[in-house]
């Protein structure tokens, strides 16, 4: 079965710095999900990655899937409390069903 | 509603009780999922939907846990006589089609349920 391994599980960061986190994945990925939850929560979808070297923006949130696709990265420039929260990444391997890491617990201090 | 919706958010249970949890994924989406999620770690899938065919309960802990959706809409997950290990919180995520086609897996607030 598809195993995800997200790193850092948990990041303090100051307002404005920037980060980065990471997936890796032990199977070749099908597609790459990125949510963010709040604790107690649902899933907000943040953005999905199909294609090896992809790379997806929102506002100041990038993701990147490398050109294996075993591994992405979370980045995010200029950090704000409003990024606070649990990321999670999701694999959708070559059926339906996600399978998810443990998340990393972001919190950004003003 | 624009979203997935979850009722109730909060369900506190009795061991041995049964609890229902409703969701109404987005309108007019195929696919139909649940998920459990225990405190401190990612969703883990339980079963899933296409339409009003559940094609897959394969994450489903135990006969005690039951999913149905009967007319391929609003979908209820229902648990018997529940057990202070099935504290978590119940997610629904639908979806358009199927994952397959790259289509966005969008998820509701979810049901938290503490069985006391």
């Known amino acids: 079965s598809q195993e995800l391994e997200q790193s850092p599980q948990s990041l303090i960061v100051q307002e404005g710095k920037n980060l980065t986190i990471n997936c890796t994945s032990s199977?070749?990925?099908?597609?790459l999900y990125w949510y963010k939850q709040k604790y107690g929560e649902g899933l907000i979808f943040l953005m999905m990655?199909?294609?090896?070297?992809e790379e997806k923006s929102h506002e100041k949130i990038t993701a990147k899937l490398d050109e294996k696709k075993q591994q992405s990265s979370l980045h995010i420039t200029a950090s704000q409390p409003s990024h606070a929260g649990i990321y999670l990444c999701?694999?959708?391997?070559?059926?339906?069903?996600?399978?998810f890491g443990k998340g990393t617990l972001l919190t950004v201090n003003p | 509603g624009a979203g997935v919706s979850q009722s109730p958010r909060y369900k506190v249970a009795k061991r041995g009780q049964d609890v229902a949890l409703r969701c109404d994924p987005i309108?007019?989406?195929?696919?139909l999922f649940w998920y459990q999620q225990a405190l401190g770690q990612g969703p883990e899938f339980l079963t899933y939907?296409?339409?009003?065919?559940?094609?897959?309960k394969s994450g489903l802990p135990s006969d005690r846990f039951f999913a149905e959706r009967p007319e391929g809409s609003v979908s209820t997950l229902k648990i018997q006589r529940t057990q202070q290990e099935d504290s978590a919180v119940y997610l629904c995520?639908?979806?358009?089609?199927?994952?397959?086609?790259?289509?966005?897996?969008?998820f509701g607030e979810g049901s938290w349920l503490t069985v006391v």
């Open positions: 995520a639908s979806s358009l089609a199927s994952p397959h086609s790259g289509n966005t897996i969008y």
């Open positions: 199977k070749t990925l099908y597609g």
């Open positions: 990655l199909q294609k090896g070297g």
């Open positions: 999701g694999a959708g391997g070559s059926n339906y069903k996600l399978t």
């Open positions: 309108s007019g989406h195929v696919s």
């Open positions: 939907f296409q339409n009003e065919a559940q094609l897959d």
